[in-house]
Structures are given as structure tokens and as C-alpha cells.
């Protein structure tokens, strides 16, 4: 494949973005660059290029490049558009410089690409940027078009303020703009020597260049440029890889970062020779622009304390945690509000100017927060009525991330409410082109099911305007009363019952949140203890009873359904899993909710189900022992007593049990193993069969080769139960089951277990507990274990190991 390719280092993303899909797609292919110029028609060298990420390649270049590699033209032309676009928006490795202006276009050229270089802020963040009176809105937005320059030096140094241009370089700016105008020299700066020379004279303070930046301590930003203060007033931040060190320092909020760790995030793994040197004194140079007491040497690193909220992704998160709020309270219009402060943070891209590994991770994460955050709001929009409003952005955003299947969500109901349905119907058939042909997928769920909604015209899509008489509708809290009904034929297990009840019932004293796990094998019986106790305990609960059945079911989907049951529309569930498990805490809070999590699969598909608050009761079943569920009263259910077995088999045949079969009925249980799904579709075979006694019935479990296939009646069967536990048994668990119910004798002892599996103790020890967790093994204590009866018999009819 040729000698290993550079990294890629450019401050402009998309073009390092447009860069690693080329590679990708070459690696894929598997393809050289010499056997890539063949099929492309273009030389090998220009290939190389093109994929370099030093400079945005020619379009034939990278179309060439995408059909020689079999590789999607769409999104590579997507990708070159979009570095392209980039180019002008990154910082490059210099900023224009003022000494080679000769005229007054390329003053407004010049001008134009420091606008650029900043992060493109708005007209009006550069009117208070300026400073009052310096330099108007309206003006700069002028001067950005082209359509003038500045007037005089005191309008251009405000222009420059306004552009993040630190002080020092006025001077140089002012010169240009005099040689270009033709204007005297005499027309001088607006910070003067003199002044520099004695600044203690300076008694005006500048206008803050963020609108979040306090007036007195120090600030930072990194949701655009980075960038510092102190008291209001800008602060230089060096040069792109102090700055970048800067953001690695502010986005670990106050954690130490040590020298490696800086070194690696700077310049990855390909460090300078004097790279420590160089941390070294960046750190110095932030030392002496920040307050004392601000940048600490720590442990061999650097850490950077900032008072609360003196971060703009701080102050961000503040704002969506307090959306978050309104949304629960009701108080749609506020939260909106909030959620377009948040968003009003951002300057541009995040991180912009700024280039190595941490950046270009953290820029990933940052943006992907933002679009979630801009979801919110466009959600928030809709339930406000402003679906007219949001159309032209939402299908310019559906354009910029064509495979974000939530901002089509949006955008269909958008225009579907603003009286668009065919355009509606249209932006559904084109994501679902778009994924098939890109990632060979179907849409969504919820995308699925809103395309049908419209279809269908579902009045439940249409925005009631009498509800929002100005102010946003309050979603209604609906008491769900979910429990499935109690088993008339429970029979047993009264001290699992008391047990659990006594758990549960803590939730009336308001105590912390009581969780109760129920564990055992599959077909003991544990959705029947479980709806029993919940049953046993509802009234303690006012607000309403939660049954979540998790088998096969993401813990997404699962919250989504609780949130449907809880009253929530369809457009106000989030679409990340922290969001949705927020809400669903939120919408739990001060309320008495009685939650049965069923099926679980394990401890971190429950972590997400779990309300925060107390006065609330969660109960869990699951095949494993939830041993790592904090807090969590486990009550591990065994087989059935014998007396219970035979108290449920006589239960279910009711008068087909005479007396004088009592001995039968109870060879019938025993060779059900006393597995309470076993002992049900034993007695409901009897019952179906009329003209069987419970003799007959014996008689056809005798035959250890056939009774498993004997123990199915309609939905019960026991068969399908234990296929399903081994099933989810791993490689070595799978062997180790085979060969453990291979021996003749059920019993075991640690010592028997490590001689049949040729392992150690410890070895025998943790494989005999995974099979315990997967209910296809009894601990007996010990050391002992002993191999379910019905287990066994599935086992024989495995292949040995």
C-alpha cells in the first residue's frame, strides 16, 4: 500500500473531514495511488494531493478520486462543498497582512477576511464589540459588503476590536488604511503612544466583546474563537497553539491536565522535538495576561480555576439545564427563550482557528451538542405554533446534515402543519432514498410512523391554537395504570411476597428510593411474584403504576414509552438517551409512580429507567443477579417447594386431581423439576386433554427423551425458555454447559467442575457462576452445584464439546 500517509493538520474541519473520507475510501478500496491513476486519469501525485488535507483539492480532482475508488460522488462533492465553504471560515496559518494593502480594494478584501478569521459574528456583536458609538451595525454590515470602508481611524480600530485583532496590530492597520484612502497621517490612532506608554492614564473601559462576558474576573470562551478576558476587557491569547492549549485547559473545567496530556492533545503523535518546552511556555505566557491564582502548576501539569459560569460552555449548559425546567413546568415559551441564549453563545464554529487531536475531537462533541441543542429549540418552536417560521431553516439545516433523521422529523411536521403535506411527503421519501442508498437502512420508528400520521391527515399532528392564547400549553400529567392483571391461580412464594412488599412499602415512609430486584432462571416465576407484589402495594402509590416490559427493547424506546404513558406528545420526547432519561426523571419528580421493569437484560439497560426522586418505587425481574444495581434488595427465586408445585398443579386441574392420584401428581411436579412455567403447561396439557388422567400425564413425562416437547401448551413452554438462556451463553460458557451436563452425576463440587472443564479452581469457579447468572446452574453453597433437571435434558440432546 505504499509508505504511511502524513496526518492531516488544517484548522479548516471540513477540509480535514473531506480528507480522511479520501483515505478512507482509498483504504477501503484497497487500492495504491499508482493503481488509483490508472482508473482516475489523473497522476498519481495530484491523487496524494487531493487527499493531503494541506489545501482544498480541485472538484474534477476529488469526483476523479470518489469514482475511482467506487466510493459515492454525492457525498464527496458534499464534503468538497463544504471545504471549500471552510476555507474562508478557518483561521489559516497567518492572519492578511496590512503592509501588503495598495488600495482601497484590497483594504475591503483585507477587512473582509479578518470578519472571516473571526468567526463571522454578527452585525450586532460587533456594534457592542466596538464599543458605543464606534462602529454602528448598520455600518459594518456596509463595510462587510463591500459598499464602503471605514470612515476615519477611530470607526476602522473599532472594526478591528470588533474583529479580535489585538491592539498592538492597529498601527499596522491604521498605515494601510491611510495609504489606501490617501488620507494624511496625521489622522493617528485611537490608542495614541503616549497612552501605551503610560496606560495607567487609561480611565475608559472598553465594551464587553462577548455578551456574556462579566464585568469584573476573568472569562473564556471556546464556542467560536478562543478567547480570554479579564474585567471586561479582551486579553491576547497567543498564537493558534497557545490557544489551543488554552481550550484544552478550559474544556477540562478545572481537572489537572498534565505536560503528556497537553503534548498529545496539541500535536498528537507526532510531538515537536521541544514540544515540553513549548507547553512550558505557553503556560508562562497565559500566567502573565490572566489574574494571579488563575493558571496552577499541579503534579507535573496545568490546571485552569475559573469562578462558576466564567465559561461560556459553562454558562451554555446552565441555560439548557434551565430550559430543561420550563419544558417539565409547562413553561414552553420561556424555555425556547432560553434555549436561543444558549444557542446565541456560539460565534461561529467552536473552537474555530484552532487545530490538533483534542480539537478536533472536542470540535465533534461541541457541535454535536449544539445541533441537539438547536433540535430542542426547533421542538420547542413547534409546540409554540411557530411552524411557519422555522421552515426555511429547518430545510436549510436538513440540507447541511442530510442523514440526521430528527431535523427531517422536524421538518416534515413543520410543513406539514403550515399546510405543505406533499412537501412534507416529499422530505420523507428523500431521507429514505438517501439511507438506503448511503447506509442500506430503513427510517426510523418515529420517522415512519409520522409519515403515516400524515398520510392518514392525524388530527393528533395538528397545532390546536386555542390551546396557546400566548403562552405555551402545559402538558397534562397522566396517573398511568399499567399493571398487568394478577394471577387468580398464584399460589406459593408467600415469603418472596412479604419481602418484597415490606420493600416497597418503605417508598410510603420517604425514604430513598427503594428498588427491588427479582433474579432467577426463566420460567420461575418471577413477572407473576412481581405483578403480585405490585398489586399487593398500588395503593401506596396515587400517582400511577409503570409496567415497562425490556425484553428485546432498547432502553431509548423504553423511555420513550414511558413518557408517551406519563402524557408526553410525541414532539416533546428528545431524541438522545441522556435527554429522554432526564425528562423522565424530570416528569417523576414529586410524584408517587410505582415502575415494574420486566425482562431486564442487565444493570445498565435499568440504570436509565430509574427516577430520582423519592416516593417512588422501581421493581426489576431479570434472568441475571443484579449484584451491581446500587442500592438494589435483591430476592433470588428458586424452583418451588415441592408442596408448593403440587399446591399449583392441584390448583390449575382443579376436580382433575382426585385423591387417589395424589402419588401421580406428585411425580408430575417433581419431573417438571418444581419449575412453576413447567407445572403450568403440565396441568393446562391435562386440562385440554379431557379423557387423560393425571396418570396418563405421568405416564408421557416418563419418557426423559420426549418431555420436553410433552411440557408445551399454547404460549407455555419450557423448551423455548432454557434455548433462549443458552443462546445467550458466550463461546467458553456454551462448551463449559455441554461438558458440565455431560457428568452422570447432577451434583458437583468446584473440584469435579475444574477436573471436567481442564481449568483451575478460580477458573471453574467463574464459569460455573456465569452459568448460575444465565439460571442454567444451581449454587448449592459451598462450592457446590448441581444442574437443573430440565437443563439437563435439553443438554443431552446438545452436541459434546
Request: glycine fraction near 6%; hydrophobic fraction near 45%.
Amino acid at each position: 500500500m505504499g509508505r504511511k500517509e502524513k496526518p492531516i493538520v488544517s484548522s479548516n474541519r471540513a477540509l480535514v473531514r473531506l480528507a480522511r473520507w479520501l483515505r478512507d475510501q482509498r483504504s477501503n478500496s484497497g487500492f495504491t495511488y499508482a493503481e488509483l491513476a490508472v482508473r482516475s486519469g489523473l497522476h498519481s501525485t495530484t491523487l496524494q494531493r487531493a487527499a493531503s488535507g494541506q489545501s482544498v483539492p480541485s472538484e474534477h480532482s476529488v469526483r476523479a478520486y470518489a469514482v475511482a475508488c467506487s466510493a459515492s460522488v454525492d457525498t464527496a462533492m458534499d464534503l468538497w462543498r463544504q471545504a471549500r465553504r471552510g476555507r474562508l471560515r478557518s483561521a489559516g496559518p497567518a492572519s492578511p497582512s496590512p503592509q501588503d494593502i495598495d488600495g482601497v480594494e484590497m483594504l475591503r478584501a483585507g477587512l473582509r477576511e479578518l470578519y472571516e478569521l473571526a468567526g463571522r459574528p454578527s452585525v450586532r456583536v460587533m456594534e457592542e464589540r466596538a464599543g458605543t458609538g464606534r462602529l454602528p451595525h448598520s455600518t459594518a454590515h456596509r463595510i462587510l459588503l463591500g459598499r464602503t470602508v471605514p470612515r476615519d481611524a477611530h470607526q476602522l480600530t473599532g472594526f478591528l476590536t470588533a474583529c479580535l485583532v489585538t491592539p498592538s496590530d492597529h498601527p499596522a492597520w491604521v498605515t494601510a488604511w491611510q495609504r489606501s484612502c490617501g488620507k494624511q497621517p496625521a489622522a493617528a490612532p485611537s490608542t495614541p503612544p503616549l497612552q501605551r506608554r503610560a496606560p495607567q492614564t487609561r480611565t475608559a473601559t472598553p465594551a464587553p466583546a462577548h455578551p456574556s462576558v462579566p464585568a469584573a474576573g476573568p472569562y473564556a470562551a471556546v464556542l467560536g474563537p478562543v478567547r480570554l478576558w479579564q474585567d471586561g476587557r479582551p486579553l491576547p491569547a497567543g498564537s493558534p497553539q497557545q490557544r489551543a492549549m488554552l481550550a484544552a485547559l478550559v474544556l477540562r473545567e478545572g481537572r489537572t491536565a498534565t505536560a503528556t496530556e497537553l503534548i498529545d492533545a496539541l500535536w498528537g503523535d507526532e510531538p515537536p522535538s521541544q514540544a515540553l518546552a513549548a507547553v512550558r511556555t505557553y503556560a508562562s505566557r497565559l500566567r502573565k495576561v490572566m489574574e494571579p491564582g488563575a493558571l496552577v502548576s499541579e503534579s507535573g501539569g496545568y490546571a485552569l480555576r475559573l469562578p462558576d459560569q466564567a465559561c461560556d460552555v459553562a454558562v451554555a449548559r446552565d441555560l439548557a439545564r434551565q430550559a430543561e425546567q420550563m419544558r417539565i413546568q409547562g413553561d414552553l415559551e420561556h424555555a425556547r427563550m432560553l434555549l436561543r441564549h444558549a444557542l446565541g453563545l456560539w460565534e461561529g464554529e467552536s473552537l474555530a482557528g484552532i487545530s490538533g487531536p483534542f480539537a478536533e475531537s472536542q470540535y465533534v462533541r461541541l457541535e454535536e451538542w449544539r445541533l441537539q441543542l438547536l433540535e430542542s429549540r426547533l421542538d420547542l418552536d413547534l409546540a409554540c405554533g411557530l411552524h411557519a417560521d422555522i421552515v426555511a431553516e429547518l430545510a436549510e439545516l436538513a440540507s447541511a446534515h442530510p442523514l440526521r433523521e430528527r431535523l427531517r422529523e422536524l421538518l416534515m411536521l413543520a410543513l406539514y402543519r403550515a399546510g405543505r403535506q406533499s412537501d412534507a411527503l416529499a422530505v420523507y421519501a428523500a431521507i429514505r432514498r438517501l439511507l438506503a442508498e448511503e447506509l442500506g437502512v430503513e427510517p426510523r420508528e418515529g420517522l415512519l410512523r409520522l409519515q403515516q400520521q400524515i398520510l392518514r391527515a392525524d388530527p393528533e399532528l395538528a397545532f390546536d391554537t386555542v390551546s396557546f392564547p400566548g403562552q405555551a400549553q402545559v402538558p397534562s400529567f397522566i396517573r398511568p395504570a399499567q399493571l398487568p392483571p394478577a394471577v387468580s391461580d398464584f399460589a406459593g412464594r408467600s415469603k418472596e411476597l412479604a419481602e418484597l412488599k415490606g420493600v416497597l412499602s418503605a417508598a410510603a415512609a420517604g425514604e430513598s428510593l427503594p428498588v427491588a430486584a427479582v433474579c432467577g432462571t426463566g420460567g420461575v416465576g418471577k413477572t407473576a411474584l412481581a405483578v403480585q407484589a405490585a398489586h399487593a402495594v398500588a395503593r401506596l402509590f396515587p400517582d400511577g403504576h409503570l409496567y415497562l416490559d425490556l425484553h428485546q427493547t432498547t432502553p431509548e424506546a423504553a423511555l420513550a414509552a414511558a413518557l408517551h404513558a406519563l402524557g408526553m406528545a410525541e414532539t416533546a420526547i428528545p431524541a438522545g438517551l441522556k435527554e429522554r432519561s432526564a425528562l423522565y426523571r424530570s416528569a417523576l419528580y414529586g410524584r408517587r409512580v410505582l415502575v415494574v421493569l420486566d425482562h431486564a437484560r442487565d444493570t445498565a439497560q435499568v440504570q436509565w429507567l430509574l427516577p430520582s426522586a423519592r416516593g417512588c418505587a422501581v421493581l426489576v425481574t431479570s434472568r441475571r443477579r443484579m449484584i451491581d444495581l446500587a442500592g438494589a434488595h435483591l430476592v433470588e427465586l428458586d424452583v418451588m417447594s415441592p408442596a408448593e408445585a403440587l399446591q399449583l398443579f392441584t390448583r390449575l386441574t382443579r376436580s382433575r386431581t382426585l385423591p387417589r392420584e395424589q402419588g401421580s401428581a406428585r411425580y408430575v411436579v417433581a419431573a417438571c423439576g418444581f419449575l412453576p412455567l413447567a407445572v403450568r403447561a403440565a396441568a393446562y396439557r391435562l386440562v385440554t386433554h379431557r379423557t387423560w388422567t393425571v396418570s396418563d400425564l405421568a405416564d408421557r413425562l416418563a419418557n426423559e427423551e420426549t418431555r420436553l416437547d410433552e411440557l408445551r401448551t399454547g404460549s407455555f413452554a419450557v423448551k423455548p425458555v432454557i434455548e433462549d438462556s443458552y443462546q445467550r451463553l458466550s463461546g467458553g460458557e456454551a462448551d463449559a454447559f455441554r461438558t458440565l451436563t455431560s457428568s452422570t452425576d447432577a451434583f458437583l463440587s468446584l473440584q469435579e467442575t475444574a477436573r471436567l472443564l481442564s481449568c483451575d479452581i478460580a477458573d471453574a469457579e467463574r464459569l460455573s457462576e456465569k452459568l448460575v447468572d444465565a439460571g442454567l446452574l444451581t449454587s448449592l453453597g459451598n462450592g457446590a452445584y448441581q444442574v437443573p433437571l430440565l437443563a439437563w435434558l435439553y443438554a443431552r440432546a446438545l452436541p459434546r464439546p
